[in-house]
């Protein structure tokens, strides 16, 4: 999915990364402080490439 427009999309548009996939690949629950630290470094939309780049780099 992420390798896809659709995913490229996701990754841009809503942040999916940092929104749904840190967070769902950590054992206990982010503070809400911590979610800000990781926002913050990708409040610019093409910041988020690395993340992109990642996703479509994992052979899953």
Known sequence: ???SEAGKTLMYEENFFVETVLPKSIIRQL???EMEVFRAALTVRLD???T???ARDLPI
């Open 1 to 3: 999915m992420l390798k």
């Open 52 to 54: 992109l780049d990642l």
């Open 31 to 33: 503070s809400k402080e």
């Open 48 to 50: 988020r490439k690395t």
